[in-house]
T-cell receptor
Framework: NAGVTQTPKFQVLKTGQSMTLQCAQD?????MYWYRQDPGMGLRLIYY???????DKGEVPNGYNVSRLNKREFSLRLESAAPSQTSVYFC?????????????FGSGTRLTVV | AQTVTQSQPEMSVQEAETVTLSCTYD???????LFWYKQPPSRQMILVIR??????QNATENRFSVNFQKAAKSFSLKISDSQLGDAAMYFC????????????FGTGTSLTVIP
């Protein structure tokens, strides 16, 4: 099925370890996003990529890096994981241009840092 | 940054009844879009309905409709004939039409459907 694919779905890390969350979309969307979801706080934007070759910080970028590898793929890297990064991470993509285009979300990654 | 407020952390409804979820937002812009997303226990975020601020007519998608009050900055979601499958977390979201890369989400309302 067409959509946004995230891997892995679950991950446990030790404090200080690094990992990369992968995201790919097959809808030819220009824009891609990484959000984190924490209880009682909704979804907060970490980084986004408005188009291939560009990335920008969102609301909570500290401790993360991103790479827009090509139009399809947008990865999120934690260089040195901290317990405060325990969260559910969502990748999303969106068609850009005028219009009320919503996000298409991946199924999320539950990350626990111990 | 725009703020989106969902003042009802939890709601419940009897199956086949109607429920309304509230959302208010704060913005100085006149052109924007509003959305309701559903997140069932599977964790997948699903777009339920969207509204363009320039449209006076309230959006409707089958059993889901909105009450958009632009002056009051209110965007409530009405679910009619509630079904067990409607049980989920519901998020309200805002996106500027002019600087529209970021969506701003509310903190969510957990809806329970009672058989």
């Amino acid at each position: 099925n067409a959509g946004v694919t995230q891997t892995p779905k679950f991950q446990v890390l030790k404090t200080g370890q690094s990992m990369t969350l992968q995201c790919a979309q097959d809808m030819n969307h220009n824009s891609m996003y990484w959000y984190r979801q924490d209880p009682g706080m909704g979804l907060r934007l970490i980084y986004y990529s408005a188009s291939e070759g560009t990335t920008d910080k969102g609301e909570v970028p500290n401790g993360y890096n991103v790479s827009r590898l090509n139009k399809r793929e947008f990865s999120l890297r934690l260089e040195s994981a901290a317990p405060s990064q325990t969260s559910v991470y969502f990748c999303a993509s969106r068609h850009t241009g005028t219009g009320s285009y919503g996000y298409t979300f991946g199924s999320g990654t539950r990350l626990t840092v111990v | 940054a725009q703020t989106v407020t969902q003042s009802q952390p939890e709601m419940s409804v009897q199956e086949a009844e109607t429920v309304t979820l509230s959302c208010t937002y704060d913005t100085s812009e006149s052109d924007y879009y509003l959305f309701w997303y559903k997140q069932p226990p599977s964790r997948q975020m699903i777009l339920v309905i969207r509204q363009e601020a320039y449209k006076q007519q309230n959006a409707t998608e089958n059993r889901f409709s909105v009450n958009f009050q632009k002056a009051a900055k209110s965007f409530s979601l009405k679910i009619s004939d509630s079904q067990l499958g409607d049980a989920a977390m519901y998020f309200c979201a805002y996106r500027s039409a002019n600087t529209g890369n970021q969506f701003y989400f509310g903190t969510g309302t957990s809806l329970t459907v009672i058989p």
